[in-house]
């Protein structure tokens, strides 16, 4: 294999991911992690992989991630073991895990299992906003080359967290979220646009969700000339991150008298919905950190109190806190500077410098001689009880090897194919209807 810092070699680059939203976090990290490698002389491939599951994104959710600058016919779908598989087989410099905690680690033990002679760079990192599990999320991405932190905050509490246990903090690199961008905010004259970051699984409840749709509604009513927009993640049957067991789709439905003119549901790239937003609502969404980037006035709700299981906890301090009966009152939020520092939204214009650190961590790994084996936190020694049903969900034994029979080719030819992609497809929908309308009609009825 020819040196990794061969200007005359393509740089290789797979991206595996498992949702929607990590796909656009994946796609872009890989990208501004290699801008500018080697020069302008070197070429960068990258490839996409979704990781077949639950979550695997549609051809509708992938184009409305936005270009990500990889063209449909360098994406796939793959199972774990047919990823590693892959990752043997074709020789990548650089992988980036945008999986869930989970899924990193099973990787991570499958790559390091492979044994390679020249193994790639492994990065990994979050979504978004880190609210909830860091500690066992965190530790599940340990053993990666490169754990990205979207923020100095974030950072800070990453290697806290690895030092605390003993682990090694070295990975831990500060960047900020790849997705930011867009014009700053500037209000235009005739255009008032209030838009609502809906969230697929905050709140949960459907009291809680009918509520903030209903007070959405009356926002719109009590402002006639205002435009009011529900953005929305993904169409019903369709899984994002999290799964969505009340759209709000079917909740308008039941909206008294239906809503009025100015009130209307949008999906599409949240990028071009800030577009023309005036204000963002949300009650913890990604979104407000993209809207804050490009100056955007941007409300994080109280109504269902400030709690950690809504995530807008991650807001306090941060000046945006307020409640729809503000709201509806013409108050507009302003964002405290000293936290909005710490964020990684790079709101004052620092962005352009913001994968400085881990555009130059990666190169030097990529000139490394020979990378050390992959030795992440948990092993079948640290965590007996917990890692082997982490690796058996992806189909890899204690050791990280495929357990027998998964590592078996798939079945080729037309007929096969189709049938079983049929199968596949029965299965998803099957579960999706489970989830969405079986499983609510389950609960109501044991609430009786």
Known sequence: MPPRTDKTTALRVAVLADSDT?????ALTARRLTEGSGGPAQRV????????????????????????GIGPDRVREVTA?????????????????????????????????????????????????????????????????????????????????????GADDSAVTEAALPFLGGEPYRPQDGRDTV???????????????????????EHARLHPGREVLLKLRSKPGEHTTHIEELPYQRLVERVPGGPPPNFR???????????????????????????????VPTAVLTDLGVREALGNHHFIGSGLLTSWDHLDGGHRPEPAAAWLAGQGVAADGTYATAYD????????????????????????????????????RHHLAPDGHPLPGADRPRETGRVRGAVRDAVREAARGAYRQGVQRVAPVIRRMGEL
């Open 357 to 392: 650190a881990a555009r130059a961590r990666v190169a030097t790994l990529l000139a490394a001689s020979r990378l050390p084996d992959l030795v992440p936190y948990y092993t079948p020694a640290t965590a007996p009880g917990y890692l082997p049903g982490i690796l058996a």
């Open 45 to 68: 491939e990258i490839s996409g992989l979704l990781l077949r599951g639950r979550a695997t994104p549609t051809p509708r959710q992938l184009a409305e991630v936005g270009d990500v």
């Open 22 to 26: 990590r796909w656009k976090w994946g």
């Open 195 to 217: 838009v609502f970051a809906a969230q697929p699984s905050v709140p949960a409840t459907r009291a809680e969700r009918t509520y903030l749709l209903r007070r959405l509604v």
């Open 265 to 295: 549901l949008v999906y599409g790239h949240m990028g071009e919905v800030l577009d023309r937003a005036d204000l963002l609502v949300t009650v913890s969404s990604t979104a407000a950190l993209e809207s804050l980037h490009r100056r």
């Open 81 to 165: 073991v047919e990823f590693l598989r892959t990752v043997r087989e074709e020789r990548y410099d650089v992988v980036v895990l945008a999986l869930v905690g989970g899924g990193v680690q099973a990787m991570l033990h499958g790559l390091a299992a492979l044994r390679l002679p020249a193994r790639p760079v492994v990065v990994t990192g979050y979504v978004g906003v880190v609210y909830e599990k860091l500690a066992d999320g965190l530790l599940l991405r340990h053993g990666a080359d490169v754990v990205l932190a979207n923020s100095r905050h974030d950072a800070e509490r990453f290697r806290a967290v690895y030092a605390g246990v």
